[in-house]
């Protein structure tokens, strides 16, 4: 007989889901056999599957530890979550976690035997012991936002099922306010709110932005620096589509600092040759959230900020501005 007490991670499913999870191999003829004649049971009693579980409930199997075993087909740790990675965490509690993901991380798999941003995660919660993997069987911990690989800043990742989707919600009801910072190409000294509509190519995974379509973008800019030649913005990403800053600003003329797909490749080469730019130089900086109820009260309209990477810094503070160099220099504070 096997006794599993429903976690917080498991609660607010129904009962037949979670035993899908847990005996992941069973066919789902058995699992309802195996109720109807009681060799599952919820809190001591007979159950049909639909019920909805909550924390603290009682899941009984009435099974052998060998069936128990081939259906859930329980397996030593994987390497991939033996990863090592000192991950640079800015926030973290019960819930949720906001890490600084370096340029360079996936931030999940593209394919099977990728290392992304979530096995880096979820090492870190096993290492901690902030999760086990007996767990990791009903429950995974993964991110909220995703950024390109090449782009650095603040990724969210969900401890818990409330953390999960309780940030997830955040991002879809555009709730939670997004900055970025990058340099662009061409002297920018206002601030711009723009909009138009995004086209995606899946073949070659790039996008155009055209003056009407199906998948409207909105992002606004404003300033912090500049000079002839180029501009340190800060963006607000209002709608979040894929690539949407890097083509979105190339459309308007000014193209991303080592954008090598949508920027200008005279201007990058400079820059690669001097500083080493291979990748676009963008970095999600900030991420202001609003007010919140429990469980998730203590980050309520909190502000939370990523310092920007090395070769960034770098960046502003070897730039000779005409405008602005007190703000740029403040960036890092």
């Known amino acids: 007989m096997k006794e599993i007490i429903i976690s917080q991670n498991e609660a607010g499913q129904r009962l037949d889901k979670f035993l899908k999870k847990y005996l992941a191999k069973a066919p789902g003829s058995f699992l309802y056999k195996m109720l109807r004649k009681k060799n599952i049971v919820l809190n001591g009693k007979k159950a049909t599957g639909n019920e909805k579980l909550g924390v603290g409930d009682s899941v009984k199997l009435f099974l052998a530890d060998d069936t128990i075993g081939k259906f859930a087909g329980l397996a030593p740790i994987k390497e991939e979550y033996q990863v090592s990675v000192n991950l640079d965490i800015i926030h973290e509690d019960a819930n949720v976690l906001f890490i600084n993901k370096p340029a360079g991380m996936l931030s999940q798999k593209a394919a099977k035997d990728d290392v992304s941003m979530v096995e880096h995660v979820i090492a870190y919660l096993l290492a901690e012991g902030s999760i086990t993997q ?29 953390g999960l989707q309780a940030m997830a919600r955040l991002f879809k009801d555009r709730t939670l306010k997004k900055y970025y910072l990058c340099f662009v190409k061409g002297g920018i000294r206002r601030r711009e709110h723009i909009y138009g509509y995004l086209a995606k190519n899946e073949k070659t995974n790039k996008v155009t932005i055209r003056e009407a379509g ?36 190339a459309s308007k003329g000014h193209p991303l600092l080592g954008d090598y797909k949508y920027g200008d490749a005279g201007w990058n080469r400079q820059f690669q040759e001097r500083y080493q730019v291979r990748a676009q130089q963008l970095h999600a900086y900030q991420m202001k959230l609003p007010w919140m109820e429990a469980p998730l009260d203590e980050i309520s309209g909190m502000t939370f900020t990523a310092k920007v990477p090395p070769l960034f ?12 160099i007190q703000e740029a220099l403040e960036v890092q504070h």
């Open 134 to 162: 007996e767990e990791l069987r009903t429950f995974r911990p993964s991110i909220c936002n995703r950024l390109d690989r090449n782009t650095s800043g603040l990724i969210v990742a969900g401890k818990t099922l409330i």
């Open 214 to 249: 199906d998948t409207p973008i909105e992002t606004e800019y404003v300033p912090i620096a500049y000079n002839q030649e180029m501009t340190l913005l800060k963006v607000h990403l209002i709608t979040g589509r894929t690539h949407q800053i890097r083509a979105h600003l």
């Open 313 to 324: 810094w770098r960046l502003i503070k070897e730039t000779t501005w005409e405008h602005g």
